[in-house]
């Protein structure tokens, strides 16, 4: 175990973990920060995407021990108020079915809204192919994407 | 109103700060803005399902557990509805097992069919009770007092029900309480978005695995790669040398598989640790007997069971004669493979076994039999077991099975602790119960345009039989299934095969394999006949309104008119026959399922020989519609769950082990594959029916028959990408 200070939702956080413990366990189990979800385990479903400096990106598959000076956001902290366009659209859609994948899908659109904040259908089609949503919610994750880029 | 509906007696669960009931008894008449909130209580109980706060909101209980369902949405809808309460005053809390509250359960779409009266009426006799509060105190009849708004108004009258609550609580609650015109409907048919849709979008703990009791300690479990095979050793000293390994033992197989079977649990004080520890435990299996090694294996055994005669489960008139003096016999074989649930979350439970209680908590589709099976473990007495059940992140029919909560439950009780048990994705593919594999053979002997005899012989990896249940052909072969009745000379017949492969229910069990066989050699069977296959489908029901008897799960009869009436509106709504897109090649299918009808057209591209599937059509009837919005989304979420299926999924093995454990090698449908779904409802006073289930099976056969359209291939062997298709 070793001592590691990293910066979640732009707060220092001190956690106590093996250097290999992905920020994944080391967000819902060290810091009680459910929101990021686990899927897979192997950077195949997004479930459990959050940002790291603004980048989407599996934190099944990124150890603690490599994480630095990067500033995590996950989804409790991608808005104060959770009223985030991405949010609000998902609320107006009803997106979720079982609602388990969808923090996922949420901040991997948030990374790519803040990169193409004038998306195609298609640019939105690429960028969400990336996360699994077993319930099959993708008529309403395309919409919720298309509201909340005309709302940014 | 049925015993479980009743309730003893009401008590506060809360009280804060002074009861202010008696403060208000002097003010009869009040405007709404004038009207203080004074009665300072909260939670008092009404009924088991309805807790009313002294605002005059109210908490209302979602009964059954939700999988993505909707109903912690729209069972609270029906109650509010009767409880005559804005649903912007209604704040839903999840119900744990409570014996008041009825069968606690998800499974078969009956969540809303089976409720819809009950929960009317526990709503009705709630705002009943606070009518006759409110009569009372005003010295006036209740049939002189109305409900508005969750206002009780007489006169010039007026008080919310946090002004009545507290008389209301006295009084008996009525069975038979007046309940609403549906045409008076002001919550039941609007569209209402998830209750948890904050928390889901914000990151809040809902699920089974964001829970937490104090003190506990990580479980996770080594399971064999050859389903059901026993443990005869294991060596865990490499996995004991890392530090917060608390301990690794053998979790043993209950007397059936579908309860326990054996594995080997790794307790740790995270559960990164645990899952590190399992994989230095080096464990020999011995691999059960007659174990399938193969799927080349498994479809010699399918072809003995369709040799073997099997149990003839319905004959009508004489099939053999039939065949023997018709010059027109076509036959078939349509197969399905074991497909896995792969619910995104992954399984998990917390049990807290202590001297002669248990707490448990976790994503269950069956939390009553989650009860039963801890106390068989633990010799405690159900009573003294609390079970709570959370939101949880996809059921499919996986988790009307407890055995992993039998596993936590058998840890704790090992080791004294409070425990968290997680699988891992592996885990999840080692120890599903996979969806039955099965074979279907079909003959028929046509006249013309007419289908004279129709035999159907069945041989499938029966879950019944699996788990030890009878009859073994319960949801495996379906004796009235569509054509049935319609057809003079018809036989069903079915084997049932007895494999390793742990098999169970998944999304409209049996009817998602049949639906896809009889559905696809209708079509085929148009073909023959020169005929576009809704013509033929319609001729083959026939212009005749009739209650085709119907004895499994959807009947007891379903109604050939209603059957008309939604082929008749997808055909409409897709321009069937009048709009040809270029391009555009297209497949129908429709049948009754679990109650509700579906009719389905799917439109595909051939690109290059690859399937793209451009857009579906989907027309239900399933009575009343609680929650459009959530109706729509549970037929679009099946369609496209189908799509995946009939696209990918299947399981592949190899010397009897699976050939994938995680989603790398078990593709799943993603955004560039889901088309657009146009969902359509036939809007009908008719009694609600389920809908997670129903629109799954009909895109099978209507996507098949696309693909024969685009590629001349009938695909008689799912999934597509065996084919080369996609
Ligand atoms: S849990 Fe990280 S991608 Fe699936
Ligand atoms: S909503 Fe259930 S997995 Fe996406």
């Known amino acids: 175990m070793a001592i590691y200070n990293i910066t979640v939702n732009g707060e220092q956080r001190q956690v106590d973990v093996d250097a290999d413990t992905p920020m994944l366990w080391v967000l819902r189990d060290s810091l009680d920060m459910v929101g990021t979800k686990f899927g897979c385990g192997i950077a195949q479903c997004g479930a459990c995407t959050v940002h790291l400096d603004g980048n989407a990106v599996r934190s099944c598959s990124i150890p603690v021990s490599a994480v630095g000076e990067a500033k995590i956001t996950t989804i409790e902290g991608l808005s104060e108020k959770g009223d985030h366009p991405l949010q609000e659209a998902w609320r107006e859609h009803d997106v979720p079915q079982c609602g388990y994948c969808q923090a996922g899908q949420i901040m991997n659109a948030a990374a790519f809204l803040s990169k193409n904040p004038n998306p195609s259908d298609a640019d939105i089609e690429n960028a969400t192919h990336t996360n699994i949503c077993r319930c099959a919610t993708y008529n309403r994750i395309k919409a919720a994407v298309k509201t909340a880029a005309a709302n940014m | ?195 948890d849709i904050k928390k889901i979008v914000t990151g809040q703990p809902l699920y089974g695995l964001d829970q937490e009791v104090e003190g506990m300690v990580y479980a996770t479990v080594l399971k064999p790669e050859v389903f059901n095979s026993t443990l005869t050793s294991f060596d865990d000293v490499e996995a004991r040398k890392l530090s917060g390994v608390i301990d690794i033992f053998k979790i043993d197989a209950m007397d059936n598989p579908v309860n326990r079977v054996d594995g080997v649990a790794v307790i740790a004080e995270n559960l990164w640790t645990a899952f590190k520890a399992k994989k230095l435990i080096k464990a020999s299996w011995k691999e059960p007997k007659g174990y399938i090694t193969s799927l080349k294996q498994l479809k010699g055994d399918f072809k003995k069971g369709l040799a073997a005669k099997g149990e003839v489960l319905r004959n009508d008139g004489d099939v053999a004669a039939e065949f023997q003096k018709s010059g027109n016999v076509i036959e078939a074989t349509y197969e399905v493979p074991f497909i896995s649930h792969s619910q995104m979350e992954p399984m998990n439970f917390i049990a807290d076994v202590r001297e002669n209680e248990v707490f448990l908590v976790g994503p269950t589709q069956t939390p009553g039999s989650a009860n039963a099976l801890a106390s068989r473990i633990t010799g405690i007495p159900r009573e003294n077991i609390q079970v709570k059940f959370t939101r949880i992140g996809g059921g499919f029919g996986r988790r009307l099975g407890n055995d992993y909560a039998s596993e936590a439950v058998f840890i704790s009780h090992k080791i004294k602790k409070p425990v968290k048990l997680v699988w891992s ?92 066989a009889y559905q696809g050699f209708i079509d085929e069977l148009a073909e023959k006949a020169g005929m576009d296959p809704i013509d033929f489908q319609l001729q083959m029901i026939g212009d005749e309104d009739r209650d085709m008897p119907y004895s499994d799960h959807g009947g007891p009869t379903y109604n050939t008119k209603r059957l008309r009436a939604v082929i008749n509106l997808v055909k409409a709504k897709s321009g069937w026959g009048q709009v040809n897109r270029e391009g555009i090649s297209r497949g129908f299918a429709a049948q009754m399922v679990f109650g509700t009808y579906v009719a389905c057209i799917v439109d595909v591209r051939n690109i290059s020989g690859k399937i793209k599937v451009d857009k579906v059509y989907i027309t239900a009837d399933c009575g009343r519609v609680i929650n459009p919005i959530g109706a729509e989304a549970q037929v679009q979420g099946g369609v496209t769950d189908a799509i995946s299926a009939a696209f990918y999924e299947s399981l592949e093995l190899q010397n009897g082990k699976p050939q994938a454990q995680n989603f790398d090698q078990y593709q799943k449908l993603r955004m560039k594959d889901s088309p657009e779904v146009d969902v359509s409802f036939i809007a009908n006073g008719e009694a609600p029916q389920g809908l997670g289930e129903p629109s799954y099976p009909i895109l099978f056969p209507a996507l098949t028959n696309a693909v024969y359209k685009a590629t001349g291939k009938r695909v008689r062997e799912l999934p597509l990408k065996k084919h080369g298709l996609v």
């Not at chain 2, 009956?110 to 009426?121: A, E, Q, S």
């Not at chain 2, 049939?143 to 009084?171: M, P, W």
């Not at chain 2, 007895?498 to 998944?506: K, S, W, Y």
Request: glycine share 10%; charged share 20%.
């Open chain 2, 1 to 195: 109103m049925s015993n479980s509906l009743k309730t003893s007696r009401r008590t506060f669960l809360k009280v804060s700060g002074t009861a202010g009931g008696g403060l208000i008894l002097g003010f009869n008449l009040y405007s709404c803005s004038t009207m203080p909130d004074n009665p300072i209580f909260s939670n008092l109980e009404i009924n088991a399902f309805i807790l009313i706060n002294g605002d005059g909101t109210a908490t209302i209980k979602a009964k059954n557990p939700d999988i993505g369902q909707g109903v912690k949405t729209s069972l609270p809808m029906i109650l509010a509805e009767e409880l005559d309460l804005p649903w912007e005053k209604v704040t839903v809390e999840q119900a744990e097992l409570d014996g008041r509250l009825g069968s606690q359960f998800a499974g078969g779409s009956t969540g809303v069919k089976t409720n819809y009266d009950n929960l009317r009426n526990a709503g009705a006799s709630v705002r009943d009770v606070l009518v006759r509060a409110a009569a009372n105190r005003w010295e006036v009849n209740a049939e002189d007092c109305k409900t508005e708004d969750g206002f009780v108004i007489s006169g010039r009258n007026k008080l919310h029900y946090g002004h009545l609550a507290e008389e209301a609580a006295q009084l008996e609650l009525s069975e038979a309480p007046p309940l609403k015109d549906p045409q008076d409907f002001k919550i039941i048919g609007k569209s209402k978005s998830d209750v």
């Open chain 2, 425 to 516: 994705r592996e885990n999840d593919f080692l120890g599903d119960l996979y969806r039955p594999a099965g074979c279907y053979h079909f003959k028929a002997a046509m006249n013309g345009t007419e289908v004279k005899a129709f035999d159907v012989n069945i041989c499938t990896t029966s879950r019944y039989l699996y788990r030890g249940g009878s009859p073994a052909h319960g949801t495996e072969a379906f004796p009235d299934q569509q054509p049935a009745g319609m057809i003079p000379n018809f036989r069903v017949s079915y084997s049932p095969l007895l494999t390793n492969i742990p098999v169970g229910a998944l999304r409209t069990p049996g009817v998602n394999a049949t639906t896809y």
